[in-house]
Nanobody, 129 residues
């Protein structure tokens, strides 16, 4: 069984920061060798891959829209992925989901790090003054 538990979203003013966390609860295998990441969906917009990280911490991807503002990291001991979001803009407002490479699972989004499955509730990020 696999569960995604996202947290850390909220309401923040433009220019502010948030740190998203996602615990991927797994049994039967280790996520250490698989990519994990974040994507987002805003009302009326297409799903957008935001950032992902491979098994090596140096293997990261960022969408152009968040480069220089967001930083992804992972803690394999805790099966957790983080997304530090700085200099937030109203355009970052969306429901944020985390995903992970899960062998045999339905793919939610394909990113440069890999094809990610996701079935968490997401965490809402709202950037507004």
């Amino acid at each position: 069984q696999v569960r995604f538990v996202e947290s850390g979203g909220g309401l923040v003013q433009p220019g502010g920061s948030l740190r998203l966390s996602c615990v991927v609860v797994v049994s039967g295998f280790s996520l250490d060798y698989y990519a994990i990441g974040w994507f987002r969906q805003a009302p009326g917009k297409e799903r957008e891959g935001v950032s992902c990280i491979g098994s090596s911490p140096t293997n990261t991807y960022y969408a152009d829209s968040v480069k220089g503002r967001f930083t992804i990291s992972r803690d394999n001991a805790k099966n957790t992925v983080y997304l530090q979001m700085n200099s937030l803009e109203p355009e970052d407002t969306a429901l944020y989901y985390c995903g992970a490479q899960i062998p045999g699972a339905l793919v939610a989004i394909t990113m440069p790090c890999g094809s990610l499955a996701s079935w968490g509730q997401g965490t809402q990020v709202t950037v507004s003054s």
